[in-house]
């Protein structure tokens, strides 16, 4: 959920710079802050529930909704022209989320001999 807001946050500055509008800011959290918190709840709880699956798997499946919501949001706005960009800092997100998620198999002890 975090990575969610952070990325609606970084997408609505941004836009704001792209358009030269402050108001931009402010219109993109608004509308953006619930489907960016829920999507990345969703999205987070996948990549958890995928940690054992290989990163070359686990990265489409998790930047797929990821990047639909931004295409979903931006079509449902009328800004069809700025989706292509939004989706830098979503692919970032994923990126960063399928790393924290990763699962990790803890390195084996070798077996203990003594010496003599």
Do not use: K, Y
Not at 55 to 83: C, K, S, T, Y
């Amino acid at each position: 959920m975090l990575l969610g807001l952070v990325n609606v946050i970084v997408i609505a500055i941004g836009m704001a710079a792209l358009e030269h509008e402050a108001q931009m800011m402010s219109l993109v959290v608004m509308f953006g802050v619930i489907p960016g918190v829920l999507a990345g709840a969703f999205i987070g709880a996948t990549a958890t529930a995928l940690s054992s699956m290989r990163p070359a798997l686990r990265i489409p499946l998790l930047a797929l909704p990821a990047v639909g919501v931004v295409f979903g949001l931006a079509h449902e706005f009328g800004m069809q022209d700025l989706a292509t960009v939004s989706c830098i800092p979503t692919l970032v997100g994923v990126l960063i989320l399928e790393r924290w998620t990763r699962f990790v198999a803890p390195p084996p002890v070798p077996v203990a001999r003594v010496a003599g």
